[in-house]
T-cell receptor
Framework: DSGVTQTPKHLITATGQRVTLRCSPR?????VYWYQQSLDQGLQFLIQ???????AKGNILERFSAQQFPDLHSELNLSSLELGDSALYFC????????????FGPGTRLTVL | QKEVEQDPGPLSVPEGAIVSLNCTYS??????FMWYRQYSRKGPELLMY????GNKEDGRFTAQVDKSSKYISLFIRDSQPSDSATYLC????????????FGKGTKLSVIP
């Protein structure tokens, strides 16, 4: 158990809908990263937050957004969902968001029908 | 060319064998190198973390980084059936860019 929690574990929804994925980092970690894992693309970085502020952006679609709250939990919002958004979404956390190790949560499996 | 290349396998070895996994990369800015293990439908679990070139050993696992060749390796000695998983290499540049760039993973099966 990495200490990173993610809810829900599974999410099934329809095209065009909006969903919110939630992540609680390890105790004491200030930085949260979101990754998407699909069969064809592998694990890809989406976005990073550090102590409530956006730190870095990767291959994140404009339909996707995220935020980190004062209690350091983070939410990833996915809207206007398409079939191709079906994937595993992982959250990782690290102490300072610098050159330290990232610990991954168990993931949320999103299925868009 | 993808930034990080990793042979997807699958790789099948008998129990007790030495396993060699590797990745090549193209971005010379990468300085931090990691190996993660991922069991089916689970989150990646950090195995090894290395900064710059050199070797690092932890139990049955040895990580090697050769920055001159842009090549990293993970060796597993005395492989066990419980090592059966997908192994992902990951790397980051540091200096304000700490997000990880992953290889696609190598699926390993250790046969009893």
């Amino acid at each position: 158990d990495s200490g990173v929690t993610q809810t829900p574990k599974h999410l099934i929804t329809a095209t065009g809908q909006r969903v919110t994925l939630r992540c609680s980092p390890r105790s004491g970690d200030l930085s949260v990263y979101w990754y998407q894992q699909s069969l064809d693309q592998g694990l890809q970085f989406l976005i990073q937050y550090y102590n409530g502020e956006e730190r870095a952006k990767g291959n994140i679609l404009e339909r996707f957004s995220a935020q980190q709250f004062p209690d350091l939990h983070s939410e990833l919002n996915l809207s206007s969902l398409e079939l191709g958004d079906s994937a595993l979404y992982f959250c990782a956390s690290s102490v300072a968001g610098a050159a330290d190790t990232q610990y991954f949560g168990p993931g949320t499996r999103l299925t868009v029908l | 060319q993808k930034e990080v290349e990793q042979d997807p396998g699958p790789l099948s070895v008998p129990e007790g064998a030495i396993v060699s996994l590797n990745c090549t990369y193209s971005n010379s800015a990468f300085q931090y190198f990691m190996w993660y293990r991922q069991y089916s439908r689970k989150g990646p679990e950090l195995l090894m973390y290395t900064y710059s070139s050199g070797n690092k050993e932890d139990g049955r696992f040895t990580a090697q980084v050769d920055k001159s060749s842009k090549y990293i390796s993970l060796f597993i000695r005395d492989s066990q059936p419980s090592d059966s998983a997908t192994y992902l290499c990951a790397m980051s540049a540091g200096a304000g860019s700490y997000q990880l760039t992953f290889g696609k993973g190598t699926k390993l099966s250790v046969i009893p």
